[in-house]
Nanobody, 130 residues
Framework: QVQLAESGGGLVQPGGFLRLSCATS????????IGWFRQAPGKEREGVSC????????YYADSVKGRFTISRDNAKNTVYLQMNSLEPEDTAVYYC???????????????????????WGQGTQVTVSS
């Protein structure tokens, strides 16, 4: 059964940190590029970061560059998103998604055709508030 399951969300104060996990199963993990997306209430979904399967090259949206770090453990079929210096504007539901295509991963913050990502998780809530 193909599955992506996010975890690690929660409530954190501004300036705090969280680490999200995306555990996967049911497909050949190393063949897929894995992206993180977020959607805040009343706002469009946006691409946050993506990591390629072949070389583990990471790409970031400008809004999170320098604060978030994406990584993957192919032995555990899991991708992580370390989020530091969190801001209230980071509050959103965070989703991970998988694609075999390179360009949607490389340009994760620009591509709005989310159908290019074949597989999606259910999301985890991140709330940054004092």
């Amino acid at each position: 059964q193909v599955q992506l399951a996010e975890s690690g969300g929660g409530l954190v104060q501004p300036g705090g940190f969280l680490r999200l996990s995306c555990a996967t199963s049911g497909f050949t993990f190393e063949y897929y590029n894995i992206g993180w997306f977020r959607q805040a209430p009343g706002k469009e979904r946006e691409g946050v970061s993506c990591i390629t399967g072949s070389t583990s090259t990471a790409y970031y949206a400008d809004s999170v560059k320098g604060r978030f770090t994406i990584s993957r453990d192919n032995a555990k079929n899991t991708v992580y998103l370390q989020m530091n210096s969190l801001e209230p504007e980071d509050t959103a539901v965070y989703y991970c998604a998988a694609t075999m295509r390179f360009r949607p991963c490389q340009r994760v913050q620009y591509y709005k055709d989310y159908d290019l990502y074949e597989l999606w998780g259910q999301g985890t809530q991140v709330t940054v508030s004092s």
